[in-house]
């Protein structure tokens, strides 16, 4: 029988932490109705908040609570006799009395709690169906891991507790503003009185708070746990967290008394297809869309409905979860535990070797572009980073063995990465593949392509080129014209690095003539521009600034940030030599403006930016700015020492200018600064008049779902509970965003969001010498002006077609 508690005052035995917003969110849906189901994932705490809840309103509205506890209930005429008798209705057999409205003037509203209705949910829904139309006074909070569909019902999904915030200043100040970290503090302090959160130990707890998905159940099984084993052991050992977190409540029922009993629950009531679609979606551990679960299921039970529906239903069983914090399409991920609740099903069904497989061959097919094409489009760039994380799992299963295809998919990961900043252990990684002995695979001089740009990031110039020679040698005896170009330009890159200029130049005369082989405009446009770069450190002022007016509008529109960054900063760099001073600047900013996780590095645009200050006499800024240059690096990796020689000069111009303890105090000040205030201060006035793309780069992408939420007119506790943080967070993330743009209200984020999302037109960058002056803060670039011809082309450019 199920058990119902009555009456009585609500009381639990351990303290209730966190979800104050959630609180008044679900207090307003149940004055608002009068059937409210929380739902929500395994241990993710639905009963207790409804248990909560129900207390809140029993002591605030002088309500009799009633909870009929449904876990032990399987047939109809039992969930209609136990609810009858909580609620005081005769016990009979069959239909209830014909219902009716309160009897008595003072009669007392009454709230049942239905507690695990997901599965009887046909029962459920038949026996609310009978009860609420004629029982005025009756409301009813359910919880379930799905809804019970009825007319009338307020759904509200659970998520974990909120979690810190990994990219905030302070760790521990993030870690105590963490609704999960201080439920992990509170139920360790339960068995070791003395438990502190210490700078020592907040890394720790937070990271099983965030692997654990910020859950209240398995963060109370492991923060028992501590009472045996050190923090550092228990985070280490939730790689088995099924066999690790088996100590619930004594007296809890049978599916808590363990995480996996939990989830063992959930999965016996999906049916056949869920649960084979559910067991192949656990290989991806970086979440996935349509295609990728097709991609898995193909072959297995989950095909036959249809994937889409299954992933619908998956959702609805709070199975997989959406990811609602990115453009596209629909995306979803398990969470960790059911990842590894999922997986350990899937190897005792002997599914995982073909599950593997179906995996690879659709990670192989996305990644093809890379070493049959030139450079592969931003579309296919983003989808290769979605799969960052799938990219990492599959190749972990592949390096054992001696298959091809863990080279491509090693360059596809190292592709990514190459744009995400360090990646030392990515190197190793490939370094590994690589010495594997895999010799005769076309796809070796990707994954030689990619090690020899990350040692090249590294400074690691002799590895770098060693790489480089072999896969330039490898492509010359494929006859891949498009990869050989590609990898010349990689080649020519490292002899700059190298102060080998020579050598520089004679690759990118090569490519050049691939580029023109190929007709294709964007690899002899790059071609163009290093060449330049040359004529510019040679002194060949009129050549170089022909070619860049011509080249950078195309490369504007067809080449990634990292490229075009480099481009605009060589743009830079020859009116530095010109003493135009305006046109200078407003390349160097405009490069700043690229997506900072696709460049280089901002060192050498803040740099151009120092010399500029220091001719313009903003001796402090000179200092601030290459203090920052030195804190960001790397150095601009062409033309060292003429570089370097200029850079030398504002330097010694601003030391000599200024007082030594002012000039002390503005290179620390610059070296101290966060890479994207950095960026807000370089920019100086633009930062205020920035665009939609700018923000990419000046805010963070946190700080960037935090100014589309103040856009919907939410509040900061709604904003905190929809992006599972605290409210102070999100009060830092105002407070940056506000002094990053230059903005001074939350009214004032809204507009300049609206402002932003006006402009739609594609930018295209322009000559300096047709825009207006730099002082009114004009960025630079524009939509095409009226009557612009497009068909006019580059003379260099004739008679070549568009690279795709």
């Known amino acids: 029988m199920g058990t119902a508690v009555h009456g009585g005052p609500l ?33 993710v705490g639905k009963t207790r908040l409804a248990l909560e809840l129900a207390g809140q309103e029993q002591r605030s509205r002088h309500s009799d609570v009633v909870v009929v506890k449904l876990a032990p209930l399987t047939h109809i005429d039992q969930i209609r006799r136990q609810i009858l008798t909580a609620i005081g209705e005769p016990a009979e057999d069959g239909a209830p009395r014909a219902p009716q409205a309160a009897p008595y003037a003072h009669e007392r509203e009454r709230l049942l709690v239905l507690d695990d209705c997901e599965h009887v949910l046909d029962e459920c829904g038949v026996m609310l169906s009978e009860l609420l139309p004629g029982h005025s006074y009756l409301r009813v909070i359910a919880t379930s891991r799905e809804p019970l569909r009825l007319p009338g019902e307020a759904m509200f999904s659970l998520s974990g507790l909120a979690l810190p915030d990994v990219d905030g200043d302070s760790f521990l100040s993030e870690c105590l503003r963490s609704d999960a970290v201080l439920l992990f503090l509170d139920r360790a302090r339960a068995v070791v009185p003395d438990f502190q959160l210490t700078p020592e130990n907040a890394r720790h707890v937070g990271e099983i708070c965030i692997r654990l998905d910020g859950l209240p159940l398995p963060i109370e099984m492991a923060a028992r746990l501590i009472r045996a084993f050190p923090l550092a052991e228990v985070r280490a050992r939730l790689d088995d967290r099924l066999s690790l977190l088996t100590n619930g409540w004594r007296l809890a029922d049978q599916r808590h008394q363990s ?13 056949p297809a869920e649960r084979s679609l559910l067991r192949r979606l656990s290989v991806l551990p970086g979440g996935f869309g349509l295609d990728a679960a097709a991609a898995v299921a193909a072959g297995g039970n989950a095909a036959k409905p249809g994937t889409s529906e299954l992933l619908i239903a998956l959702s609805v069983k709070s199975v997989i979860t959406p990811c609602t914090d990115q453009d596209g399409p629909a995306r979803f991920r398990l969470l960790e535990s059911m990842r590894s609740f999922g997986h350990e099903r899937l190897v005792a069904q002997s599914e995982d070797t073909e599950t593997y497989g179906r995996l690879v061959t659709w990670l192989t097919q996305l990644s093809e572009p890379l070493h049959r094409e030139t450079f ?47 990646a030392d252990d990515t190197l190793t990684l490939l370094s590994h593949v690589l010495d594997r002995g895999i010799e005769s695979s076309p796809y070796r001089s990707v994954a030689l392509e990619c090690a020899a740009a990350l040692a090249g990031r590294q400074a690691d110039y002799s590895t770098a080129m060693r790489y480089a020679e072999q896969a330039v040698e490898l492509e010359r005896g494929y006859d891949r014209d498009p990869l050989l170009g590609r990898l010349l330009l990689l080649r020519s890159a ?115 930016l120092a010399i500029v200050a220091a001719r313009a006499y903003r001796f402090e800024k000179v200092l601030q700015l290459i203090g920052a240059a030195e804190q960001l690096g790397p150095r601009a990796s062409w033309g060292d020492a003429w570089w370097r020689e200029r850079v030398d000069a504002a330097r010694s111009a601003a030391l000599k200018a200024l007082p030594a303890s002012r000039a002390s105090a503005s290179l620390e000040a610059g070296r101290a600064m966060r890479r994207r205030h950095v960026l807000a201060f370089a920019l100086g006035s633009q930062a205020a008049g920035a665009t939609a793309e700018d923000t990419d780069n000046l805010l963070s992408k946190r700080e960037r779902d935090v100014t589309a939420l103040v856009v919907e007119g939410l509040t900061n506790r ?34 300049w969001v609206a402002k932003q999302r006006a402009a739609t037109v594609r930018p295209a960058v322009v000559s300096p010498a047709d825009r207006g002056p730099l002082a009114e803060g004009a960025p630079l670039v524009r939509g095409p002006a009226a009557g612009t011809d497009r068909s006019a082309r580059p003379h260099e450019l004739r008679g070549v077609r568009r690279s795709g």
């Open 11 to 43: 009381t639990q035995l351990s303290s209730f932490v966190g979800r104050t917003d959630e609180m008044v969110e679900l207090g307003r849906l149940l004055h608002g109705g009068r059937l409210l189901t929380l739902t929500g994932p395994a241990g």
């Open 259 to 271: 995480l996996r009993a939990s989830l063992q629950w959930g999965y016996d009531l999906l049916n």
């Open 376 to 422: 592969i489009q931003p579309a296919m760039f983003r989808r290769l980073e979605e799969e960052h994380g799938n990219l990492t799992h599959a190749l972990h299963w592949l390096i054992p063995g001696t298959d091809e295809r863990q080279l491509l998919l090693a360059g596809a990961l190292a592709t990514v990465e190459l744009s995400r900043g360090p």
């Open 494 to 608: 490292l002899h700059e690095a190298h102060g080998d200029q020579s050598g520089a130049v004679a690759d990118l005369r090569e490519c050049l003539k691939i580029g023109h082989r190929l007709r294709d405009e964007t690899l002899t446009a790059l071609c163009l521009v290093g060449l330049a770069r040359y004529q510019l450190l040679n002194g060949e002022l009129g050549r170089a600034e022909q070619v860049i007016e011509e080249v950078l509008p195309l490369l504007s529109m067809r080449v990634s940030p990292r490229w075009l960054h480099t481009s605009l900063v060589t743009a830079g760099a020859l009116a530095l030599e010109k003493d135009d001073l305006p046109t200078a600047e407003a390349y160097f900013a405009e490069s700043l403006r690229c997506p900072a996780e696709h460049t280089p590095g901002p060192a050498d645009a803040l740099q151009g």
């Open 718 to 751: 709604q904003i905190a509970a929809r992006m599972h943080v605290s409210v102070r967070t999100v009060e830092t993330h105002i407070r940056h965003i506000r002094t990053t743009l230059g903005l001074r209200s939350r009214a004032h984020i809204a507009a």
